[in-house]
């Protein structure tokens, strides 16, 4: 992390001697596990605030609550997948966030798959561009930024398009759409298809 | 924790190191449009539906693609007299009460040592002196339960329950907390700042969809303002799930793509704080039910 580099000699020894910087790590499950396949001890993920709904021994460790009726009591179930890497909104949470990045092809070819990215765009668990975007065969289209139907006609060059999925911030600053590829929320692969898909609509 | 000398001194040492830390560390952050008025009160609604839900013979006259500035979704009474699961969750939390506070402790604790609950509602989200911070009921009532050795937590539904019974006495009545000073100042501002803060894996700040992208289709939904919101928690929802804010919070998060916080969390009652300030004059309205 970036803040380790200007912190003091001085703040170094107080947060050693007043051991916040330790964690707690759960047991490793040894009985369970042959000697040859003992699985590491969960971990609690680096400048995660404690106040994360979070089991790091779960499969998806991200947890959200589900009352139950009649019941004083609160059941927790895994989400639908692990979202402890990005920034939570607890200003405890002093982990980076990645600023808006120029990227290009840099002459080389797209290599996207139009149809992969279409299984991207069109599912709220990955892409999820039709919660904002109106896309051909969608009954209920987003309406928060322009419609993307018959996209191809924009004419925009491959290279401007992967800027706008990439990080739209480094062409809008007030943009609201999400950084997919400077945020590691799409990778790099997954962003040239969506491309490949957009640039594909009549 | 223990101060001893050994700490006071690293800490002095450290205090000559502190002014760089602050300036160097501050990492960089995104925010999303803050549409927040001073004082803050309903009537500052940034989407101007407050005209509507205010002269209630407005009510029908707005449809279709502008139904959504009626803020209706939470069917405010007496307009709806449809039973719901919410009708259901206050009788359980009266039952629950009269248990609870079988010899006035309990409503003593929640801050009505006489037993009215009429307006009790509306002193929270509070600062509490056994707490040492701003709490909402929820968390009060929690507290309090487990006083008179019952386990409530914090987004249950019997803690749900109760709340909702608890408020029901403070129907009609206007939100007045106050914000201009003290911890609840300090809540408000901090509140402020996270529901303005872009986070998760889509960079979304609660003002994304609520401020920025309100009254549009987000799919098939369409992001309702959030003033005058607050007062219709705990809410039934449609999914058959009685709902308490908190609880609604971590599923605004998962839904933007935001690690979720534990309910009960400084955060989630910061913006709790922060919420219940933009729905200042607004009356409040449980038990209530939305999709």
Redesign the interface.
């Known amino acids: 992390m970036?803040?380790r580099y200007?912190?003091?000699?001085?703040?170094v020894?107080?947060i050693a001697?007043?051991g916040c910087a330790t964690q707690t790590q759960a047991p490793a499950k040894v009985s369970e596990a042959k000697p040859a396949e003992a699985k590491p001890a969960a971990v609690w993920p680096e400048g995660?605030?404690k106040?994360?709904?979070?089991n790091p021994e779960g499969k998806n460790k991200?947890?959200?609550?589900?009352?139950?009726?009649?019941?004083?009591?609160?059941k927790y179930n895994e989400?639908a997948r692990d979202?402890?890497k990005?920034?939570?909104?607890?200003?405890a949470d002093?982990?980076?966030?990645p600023?808006p990045m120029t990227v290009s092809l840099n002459g080389q070819p797209l290599n996207g798959d139009a149809a992969r990215g279409k299984e991207i765009a069109m599912n709220?668990g990955r892409g999820?561009c039709?919660?904002?975007h109106a896309l051909p065969g969608d009954a209920?289209?987003?309406?928060?930024g322009p419609p993307l139907i018959g996209f191809k006609s924009r004419g925009y060059s491959d290279d401007m398009v992967y800027q706008f999925v990439y990080d739209r911030?480094a062409v809008n600053p007030n943009t609201?759409m999400?950084?997919f590829g400077a945020?590691?929320?799409l990778s790099d692969q997954e962003v040239r298809d969506v491309v490949a898909y957009l640039q594909s609509l009549n | 924790?223990k101060t001893t000398h050994?700490?006071i001194g690293?800490?002095v040492?450290?205090?000559?190191?502190?002014a760089?830390?602050v300036l160097?560390?501050e990492?960089?952050?995104?925010s999303?449009s803050d549409a927040t008025a001073m004082p803050p009160s309903v009537e500052k609604d940034h989407t101007n539906t407050y005209p509507y839900w205010k002269d209630r013979a407005n009510l029908p006259a707005l449809g279709g693609k502008d139904e959504w500035k009626l803020n209706w979704k939470f069917r405010d009474r007496p307009l709806n007299d449809q039973l719901h699961g919410g009708d259901e969750a206050w009788d359980?939390g009266e039952a629950l009460y009269k248990t609870l506070n079988a010899n006035g402790s309990f409503a003593a604790c929640l801050g009505a040592p006489d037993g009215n609950l009429k307006g009790l509602r509306l002193k929270y989200p509070m600062y509490s002196d056994s707490f040492r911070q701003v709490v909402g009921l929820e968390a009060m009532i929690e507290h309090c339960?487990a006083k008179a050795g019952?386990?409530?937590?914090?987004?249950?539904?019997?803690?749900?329950a109760v709340s909702v019974y608890v408020a029901s006495f403070s129907n009609g009545m206007p939100i007045h907390i106050d914000v201009s000073q003290g911890p609840l100042k300090e809540s408000f501002e901090?509140g402020r700042?996270?529901f303005n803060?872009?986070?998760?894996?889509?960079?979304?700040a609660c003002a994304?969809c609520h401020v920025?992208?309100v009254g549009?289709?987000?799919?098939?939904q369409t992001p309702t303002t959030m003033y005058g919101d607050a007062a219709h928690w705990p809410t039934w929802r449609g999914k058959d799930?009685?709902?308490?804010l908190h609880?609604r919070l971590?599923?605004c998060?998962?839904n933007a793509?935001?690690?979720?916080?534990?309910?009960g969390?400084?955060?989630y009652t910061d913006?709790e704080v922060y919420l219940t300030a933009l729905s200042n004059g607004y009356p409040y309205m449980v038990p209530s039910m939305r999709d």
């Not at chain 1, 209920?140 to 928060?144: L, V």
């Open positions: 970036q803040k200007v912190l003091g000699a001085g703040m020894a107080v001697a007043s995660l605030p106040t994360a709904l979070y991200t947890l959200w609550p589900q009352p139950v009726k009649n019941s004083g009591e609160l989400h979202l402890s990005w920034l939570t909104r607890d200003p002093m982990r980076p966030l600023k709220t999820n039709w919660a904002c209920q289209p987003g309406s928060s911030r609201v999400p950084p945020i590691g929320n | 924790m050994k700490t690293l800490a040492f450290a205090a000559a190191g502190y760089s830390l160097a560390a990492p960089y952050r995104e999303a359980r339960a019952a386990k409530l937590m914090n987004g249950s539904y019997d803690n749900s901090r700042r996270a803060l872009k986070a998760g894996r889509n960079n979304l994304s920025d992208m549009n289709n987000l799919r098939g799930e009685l709902q308490s609880v971590t599923e998060d998962r793509g935001v690690q979720p916080l534990k309910i969390s400084q955060t913006i």
